[in-house]
């Protein structure tokens, strides 16, 4: 993971708030057990913070037709969202992985990367040991909602 910054622990909580990172990663890992994944038995949970404090729990739901399950990350972005919220502090990511911090796929990526680029993301592990990225480093040169609102070249249909 190149010079990411290896973090143990956050003695006085995450940026300030009451919520430690330990105690998010702990949501985090709680959420895996919610898993419904009969065909990978791959458990993901996270955990998502908003600004107030609040938190948002997901977990990945596979479905047989494979391409209709939905990460745990969006799950948890889907639950805020859906609760008014779109603006996130951090989002801790967990799974049963030992040998490996846990990370985001490209669909969540990009996903996260829809609420903003400089917000906090944890890979984690079952010990509660953690990688601290952003969404900018998970997805470096993004495509975001600003880009929408770019000048655009006016092009003529001429047939």
């Known amino acids: 993971m190149g010079d990411q910054k290896m973090r ?19 949501k985090s890992l709680e959420a895996t057990k919610f898993a419904y ?12 913070l908003t600004h107030d404090g609040t938190v948002f729990t997901g977990c990945n739901v596979e479905n ?3 391409n209709l399950g939905i990460c745990a990350e969006r799950t948890a972005i889907s639950k805020a969202v859906s609760e008014g919220y779109r603006d996130f502090k951090a989002i801790a990511i967990a799974s049963d992985l030992c ?3 846990i990370s985001p796929c490209g ?15 944890y890979l984690t592990k079952p010990d509660g040991s953690f990688v601290e990225m952003t969404v900018e480093e998970l997805l470096p040169a993004s495509f975001g909602p600003d880009d929408l609102r770019m ?7 001429e047939f």
């Open 8 to 26: 143990h622990e956050l003695v006085n909580g995450l940026n300030g708030n009451l919520l430690g990172i330990k105690e998010l990663i702990r």
């Open 37 to 48: 994944c009969p065909y990978s038995k791959f458990r993901v949970g996270a955990a998502l």
């Open 64 to 66: 047989a037709c494979s």
């Open 99 to 101: 040998e490996h911090f």
């Open 107 to 121: 669909g969540c990526r990009q996903f996260m990367r829809e609420f903003g680029a400089n917000w906090d993301v």
């Open 151 to 157: 000048k655009k070249v006016n092009i003529r249909n």
